[in-house]
């Protein structure tokens, strides 16, 4: 999720058009509205995350569990897909995902990609990362490729530093997760990545999901697949 004054709504907005694997829309609710209308309806976006993450002029200045005090009608709200939902999708085919047997929290890192700007809104990518067996990696990109709302197939398999990571062992989000010698690393785009283009569109004030702290809608896993 994603907050943004009005005056940066349109930009962020191209953005997520210019790059939908990190960024792709579910839903945009109108300026000052915090009720869902097609994927959460009587939902509210205020209230309904387990946590969000404030930013003010670029800068993550703290993290609230509610926001209904930040509120006002020039705020616009993007819902972004999440690759929760294409989890759901490898658990179901049989494919072990460690991190939510060890932390609960996938690992995620900055890369040296960059994504392709919009007005303010510019960055590198952040992709999250799952380990699985060669076999088991061809599997998982078949799979998560028919959920473009979930991030859609990897963009990467195999050494980190192709995609400027430094050390697999210490994300810059999320939690490290166990990878044993017949592993290798799957990257995946990763809804955190808006977070990195706010920092440097500086808008006044801005509201997201704190990472791995995910709005629920009422749309099933299913209803994205194609």
Same mark, same amino acid.
């Given at each position: 999720?994603?907050?943004?004054? #009005? !005056?940066?709504?349109?930009? /962020?907005? $191209?953005? &997520?058009?210019?790059?939908?694997?990190?960024?792709?829309?579910?839903?945009? @609710?109108?300026?000052? *509205?915090?009720?869902?209308?097609?994927?959460?309806? $009587?939902?509210?976006?205020?209230?309904? @995350?387990?946590?969000?993450?404030?930013?003010?002029?670029?800068?993550?200045? *703290?993290?609230?569990?509610?926001?209904? !005090?930040?509120? #006002?009608?020039?705020?616009?709200? /993007?819902?972004? =897909? &999440?690759?929760?939902?294409?989890?759901?999708?490898?658990?179901?085919? =049989? @494919?072990?995902?460690?991190?939510?047997?060890?932390?609960?929290?996938?690992?995620? %890192?900055?890369?040296?990609?960059?994504?392709?700007?919009? =007005?303010? %809104?510019?960055?590198?990518?952040?992709?999250?990362?799952?380990?699985?067996?060669?076999?088991?990696?061809?599997?998982?990109?078949?799979?998560?490729?028919?959920?473009?709302?979930?991030?859609?197939?990897?963009?990467?398999?195999?050494?980190?530093?192709? @995609?400027?990571?430094?050390?697999?062992?210490?994300?810059?989000?999320?939690?490290?997760?166990?990878?044993?010698?017949?592993?290798?690393?799957? /990257?995946?785009?990763?809804?955190?990545?808006? $977070?990195?283009?706010?920092?440097?569109?500086?808008?006044?004030?801005?509201?997201?999901?704190?990472?791995?702290?995910? /709005?629920? *809608?009422?749309?099933?896993?299913?209803?994205?697949?194609?």
């Amino acid at each position: 999720m994603v907050i943004l004054p #009005s !005056d940066y709504a349109e930009e /962020f907005q $191209q953005f &997520c058009e210019n790059n939908p694997q990190p960024c792709p829309v579910l839903e945009v @609710l109108p300026s000052g *509205s915090f009720e869902p209308r097609k994927i959460a309806p $009587q939902a509210d976006v205020r209230t309904d @995350l387990p946590r969000y993450r404030i930013f003010r002029d670029g800068i993550p200045t *703290s993290d609230s569990t509610d926001i209904r !005090d930040l509120w #006002s009608d020039d705020l616009v709200t /993007f819902l972004l =897909g &999440c690759s929760f939902v294409a989890e759901d999708a490898l658990m179901k085919a =049989g @494919l072990l995902l460690p991190h939510i047997a060890e932390t609960g929290f996938v690992p995620m %890192f900055r890369t040296t990609v960059p994504c392709k700007p919009a =007005g303010r %809104f510019n960055g590198n990518m952040v992709v999250s990362m799952r380990p699985f067996t060669p076999e088991e990696a061809t599997r998982a990109a078949e799979i998560t490729k028919h959920y473009p709302m979930a991030h859609g197939a990897p963009i990467h398999i195999g050494d980190p530093a192709y @995609l400027g990571i430094k050390n697999i062992e210490k994300p810059e989000f999320g939690e490290p997760v166990t990878m044993t010698a017949d592993h290798l690393p799957v /990257f995946w785009p990763c809804g955190v990545t808006p $977070q990195e283009a706010i920092v440097n569109a500086k808008p006044p004030i801005a509201i997201t999901h704190a990472p791995g702290h995910m /709005f629920v *809608s009422d749309i099933t896993s299913e209803s994205t697949r194609i």
